[in-house]
């Protein structure tokens, strides 16, 4: 496996939703010791049809001699990833700007 690191251009970092290895590492440490907190204020950013419940935020389950493994999150939200990815974009001005260069 290579050991080179190769960083982005200082201005496509400063364009970018994460904006440096620092910034990375404490919002990973946040999503581990604050998860809830964490992933709430991630989902905060999206349009949802029907609310997550704060207080049922996830639940799950790792150990057998207690049912099945499982892992649940904001059960019982809805939403609409296409009004997500497209139409809330169009509705904030952003309609003619290109979404994705392949």
């Known amino acids: 496996m290579s050991k080179n690191v190769y960083l982005p251009y200082h201005a496509t970092s400063e364009k970018a939703h994460i904006k440096s290895m620092e910034q990375y590492r404490e919002m990973h440490?946040?999503?581990?010791e604050s998860t809830e907190q964490f992933w709430s204020e991630i989902a905060a950013?999206?349009?949802w049809e029907t609310p997550y419940d704060i207080n049922n935020f996830y639940s799950y389950n790792f150990n057998v001699t207690h049912?099945?493994?499982q892992v649940k999150w904001m059960e019982g939200a809805t939403t609409n990833v296409c009004y997500n990815l497209l139409d809330k974009n169009v509705r904030n001005g952003m309609g003619d700007k290109v979404a994705f260069y392949w």
């Open 45 to 47: 950013q999206f349009h």
């Open 29 to 32: 440490n946040k999503s581990l």
């Open 67 to 69: 049912g099945p493994v």
